[in-house]
C-alpha cells in the first residue's frame, strides 16, 4: 500500500513527530481524510508499519532453539541484525525512529532481549558460557546491537566489521577468554 511505504519513508527520514499526517498523505498522494478511514490516528499507522517491519525481521531471525552450539545461534543473531541493516536501511531506520513512541519499536527490542536471553541461558546450561548476570549481558548485547547499527546506519564506520567484533567481544566476556583483575574480557 502506497500510504504505508510513503509514511515508512518519512519517518525513517524525518521521525515520528516530524512526519505529519497531511505530509504523508501528500507524499502518498491520497487526500488525508483516506489516512483516517484507514488508521484512527498517527499511532495506529506507526504501529501498522511497525508491526510489518517487525515481522520481516523476526520472520527472517535464527530459530531461537535451532541447531548448533549456543554461540553459533548467538553470531547468527548479530549475523542476521547487520543483514537486516544493510539490505533493509529503511525498515532499520524506520524502527529507530518510531523506537521511543508509544506504538513504536518497543516490542520489537524486548523480542530481541529474549531472544538474547535464551541463547546465554542455553549457553550457560550447556556449560558453553560462563554468564554470570544474563539479563544485564542481555541488554548490553542489545545495546550494542542498537548502538552500531545506528551509527552504521549514519555512514559512521561503514566499512567496520561490526558482525566479526561484536561476536569476538562475545566470545571474549561470555567464554571468559582474557579474564584480567577488571573481571572479564579486561
Same mark, same amino acid.
Given at each position: 500500500m502506497a500510504l504505508l511505504a510513503s509514511?515508512?519513508?518519512?519517518?525513517?527520514?524525518?521521525?515520528?513527530?516530524?512526519?505529519?499526517i497531511s505530509e504523508i498523505a501528500a507524499r502518498a498522494g491520497v487526500a488525508k481524510g483516506l489516512l483516517f478511514y484507514y488508521f484512527k490516528d498517527k499511532d495506529s499507522l506507526v504501529q501498522a508499519i511497525d508491526q510489518e517491519v517487525q515481522s520481516g525481521y523476526m520472520r527472517d531471525l535464527p530459530p531461537a532453539g535451532?541447531?548448533?552450539?549456543?554461540r553459533e545461534r548467538l553470531h547468527a543473531l548479530i549475523r542476521h541484525h547487520f543483514d537486516f541493516l544493510a539490505s533493509s536501511p529503511e525498515d532499520a531506520q524506520? +524502527?529507530? !525512529?518510531?523506537?521511543?513512541?508509544?506504538?513504536?519499536?518497543? &516490542?520489537f527490542y524486548d523480542h530481541l532481549h529474549e531472544r538474547? @536471553? $535464551?541463547? +546465554?541461558? !542455553?549457553?550457560?546450561?550447556?556449560?558453553?558460557?560462563?554468564? &554470570?548476570?544474563?539479563?544485564?549481558?542481555?541488554?548490553?548485547? @542489545? $545495546?550494542s546491537l542498537h548502538g552500531v547499527g545506528r551509527l552504521m546506519l549514519h555512514e559512521f564506520k561503514r566499512d567496520y566489521d561490526?558482525?566479526?567484533?561484536?561476536?569476538?567481544?562475545?566470545?571474549?566476556?561470555?567464554?571468559?577468554?582474557?579474564d584480567g583483575p577488571e573481571g572479564p574480557g579486561f
Amino acid at each position: 500500500m502506497a500510504l504505508l511505504a510513503s509514511a515508512k519513508s518519512l519517518i525513517a527520514a524525518k521521525g515520528v513527530k516530524a512526519a505529519s499526517i497531511s505530509e504523508i498523505a501528500a507524499r502518498a498522494g491520497v487526500a488525508k481524510g483516506l489516512l483516517f478511514y484507514y488508521f484512527k490516528d498517527k499511532d495506529s499507522l506507526v504501529q501498522a508499519i511497525d508491526q510489518e517491519v517487525q515481522s520481516g525481521y523476526m520472520r527472517d531471525l535464527p530459530p531461537a532453539g535451532g541447531s548448533g552450539t549456543a554461540r553459533e545461534r548467538l553470531h547468527a543473531l548479530i549475523r542476521h541484525h547487520f543483514d537486516f541493516l544493510a539490505s533493509s536501511p529503511e525498515d532499520a531506520q524506520f +524502527l529507530y !525512529q518510531s523506537g521511543g513512541t508509544a506504538a513504536g519499536a518497543a &516490542g520489537f527490542y524486548d523480542h530481541l532481549h529474549e531472544r538474547i @536471553l $535464551g541463547i +546465554l541461558a !542455553q549457553g550457560e546450561r550447556a556449560g558453553e558460557f560462563v554468564s &554470570g548476570d544474563k539479563e544485564a549481558l542481555a541488554y548490553m548485547l @542489545l $545495546g550494542s546491537l542498537h548502538g552500531v547499527g545506528r551509527l552504521m546506519l549514519h555512514e559512521f564506520k561503514r566499512d567496520y566489521d561490526a558482525v566479526h567484533h561484536l561476536a569476538a567481544m562475545c566470545d571474549k566476556i561470555l567464554m571468559r577468554q582474557g579474564d584480567g583483575p577488571e573481571g572479564p574480557g579486561f
